[in-house]
């Protein structure tokens, strides 16, 4: 459904067709708080990114867009997570200092929700691989270790593309230098839940998937019929609404746990959340 269908949606069921009880404006705000809401509840939005890492550095900023971090691999291997107590406790007082030949763990709560720190700290560039300014002026990271030759100089080489690959961005690679040894680049990859952007244009969809769509609109009217609790009009008409959202959430959070599509609804949700 389109942000214009889900509003229709929601007139339709609150017989409100032409605004009178409640403005487009509010109908809009309940729907893009549904939608936020039901991500923050499900979290079956999820995301790919990709950090580079540098030398001498731990601390990261996070995406802009992250609600939760899932999973982080770091050459082929997963990293395990951990918590800044943890780590005093089991790595002594400087283990943010310390310096290691490959990556192993993620803590979350050392600076704060929008950062990451990584340990070891990797002091050397050949522990994180290398990546060059090619002669276009993209950058272009090492897929195999090999020796610079004119033959494999990024992209003017016949042969380049067996060694390097374009890593879409432009500013932070080093110059290629002829004769230099340059070993596989490493990423720290990131899978982790986004916060959607709210929608505006009535062609907007959610990205939430559309058999759910129908819950924003619940949700909405559940906050307008909510806004008539407090001034004493049609008491708990809402909770009905409330209701066939938090279903729809726990559909879609138990199809991402699980990666089936969960039918039975006693394996969705608690039963006393639903009445």
Not at 4 to 11: D, F, G, I, P, Y
Not at 47 to 56: A, F, L
Not at 96 to 106: A, C, M, S, W, Y
Not at 178 to 183: F, N, P, R
């Amino acid at each position: 459904m389109t942000f214009a269908q889900l509003q229709s949606r929601v007139k339709q069921i609150i017989r409100d067709y032409t605004n009178r009880r409640w403005g487009e404006d509010i109908v809009k705000t309940y729907i893009n708080q549904g939608y936020r809401e039901f991500q923050e509840l499900s979290k079956c939005l999820r995301k790919h990114y990709n950090q580079t890492i540098t030398v001498d550095t731990t601390l990261y900023d996070v995406p802009d867009d992250m609600l939760q971090l899932f999973r982080c691999e770091w050459n082929g291997v997963e990293l395990g997570f951990a918590k800044t107590a943890q780590m005093d406790k089991f790595k002594g007082s400087e283990w943010r200092e310390n310096t290691g030949t490959t990556l192993t763990i993620v803590v979350m709560d050392a600076e704060g929700f929008e950062q990451l720190r990584v340990y070891p700290k990797l002091d050397d560039q050949d522990y994180i691989g290398h990546m060059v300014e090619g002669t276009d002026g993209n950058d272009y990271y090492c897929t195999a270790e090999h020796t610079a030759s004119s033959s494999n100089k990024p992209i003017t080489g016949a042969d380049y593309s067996s060694y390097w690959a374009d890593a879409g961005s432009t500013g932070s690679g080093e110059t290629w230098v002829s004769g230099s040894s340059y070993k596989k680049w490493h990423y720290l990859v990131m899978d982790y839940a986004y916060v959607p952007t709210d929608m505006s244009s009535d062609s907007d969809t959610p990205d939430i998937p559309s058999r759910f769509h129908e819950a924003l609109a619940e949700y909405a009217i559940y906050m307008l019929q909510d806004e008539e609790v407090h001034s004493r009009k049609n008491p708990l008409m809402g909770n009905r609404h409330y209701n066939k959202f938090l279903k729809d959430v726990f559909r879609a959070r138990a199809q991402i746990n699980r990666g089936v599509y969960a039918n039975r609804r006693d394996h969705i949700y608690p039963p006393q959340w639903v009445r």
